[in-house]
């Protein structure tokens, strides 16, 4: 074949990839045509997630998500991730949406998108033996145990640097249930999680320990990630989720698992609230 030729076939085939691209399925159309949305999300973190005595697989992201794909028409389908693959798994188009109790932060930003707004507050916390440590400046060149995979495991010395000249060693666990046991044990001194995934963990085997200096530092927020560079999938997301806060479905939610006679009771309000400019998509954090 002459290299004219080939350089012409080589030209058709650049252009009918560049048109295919173009005319190439979303994720959103992908999934209505599949009929089945893949969510990943955690059996590990207490109440966001976990396999409860009967052996079923809940929390509050797994009812957070059947809302989801019951709003998009399709099946869902519980795709299990931990702290290392809840983002990997977007990336590689593993799942769909990732629903994991993830805190919403600049580094994961560069990885992924998320739905607007974040679905719930958090604050992190150093766990310990009652009356062992009266301040965070005790916990200086101490062990801290953290989850694999969780920003606490930078969050944490940083929080510790302001208090004491000290570092601390930090180790890492599988998940909290690992870590609260480590603790138990004496392995380590302290364990940092997310307030109320540890108050879940710790449950009637916490009543030895507690917050150290009742204190929560590093606040942050959950957000629902979805894969980068796909706004049409991302805006349907946000719009189901903005839609749930406008119509009082996320606030059964949330009652069910954090309010006074929820399973999960908790005084800090760490729900979203929209605005009452909605219609221009703004929402409000609670005081």
């Given amino acids: ?109 560069e990885q992924m998108d998320y739905a607007e707004p974040p679905y719930f507050w958090t604050g992190k916390i150093f766990y310990a033996k009652k009356g062992k440590f009266k301040s965070l400046k005790d916990l200086g060149g101490k062990k801290i145990g953290v989850d694999q995979g969780s920003n606490a495991f930078i969050a944490a010395p940083q929080e510790l640097a302001k208090h004491s000249d000290k570092k601390p060693e930090m180790l890492s666990f599988q998940n909290s249930a690992e870590g609260f046991l480590a603790l138990k044990q004496g392995k380590i001194d302290a364990y940092s999680q997310d307030a109320p995934i540890m108050a879940a963990v710790s449950g009637s085997l916490g009543a030895e320990y507690e917050a150290v200096a009742g204190m929560i530092y590093s606040p942050g927020l959950y957000g629902i990630g979805v894969p980068e560079n796909d706004s049409d999938w991302r805006d349907r997301i946000s719009f189901i989720l903005q839609d749930m806060l406008e119509d009082g479905t996320y606030e059964k939610l949330y009652l069910k698992w954090f309010g006074p006679k929820g399973t999960f009771p908790m005084s800090v309000n760490s729900r979203p609230r929209l605005s009452d400019t909605y219609g221009d998509m703004l929402f409000v954090w609670p005081d």
Avoid: C
């Fill in 1 to 109: 074949m002459k290299r004219s030729s080939v350089i012409v076939l080589l030209s058709a085939l650049l252009l009918v990839s560049l048109v295919s691209l173009a005319a190439g399925e979303g994720l959103l159309d992908e999934v209505k045509k599949r009929g089945v949305v893949r969510i990943g999300i955690g059996n590990a973190t207490p109440p966001m997630n976990y396999i409860d005595e009967k052996g079923v697989w809940t929390g509050f992201d797994v009812d957070l998500g059947d809302e989801i794909a019951k709003r998009l028409g399709v099946k869902v389908e519980r795709v299990l991730v931990d702290n290392k693959t809840r983002i990997a798994f977007l990336a590689n188009r593993s799942i769909d949406i990732s629903l994991a109790n993830i805190s919403v932060t600049n580094s994961r930003q």
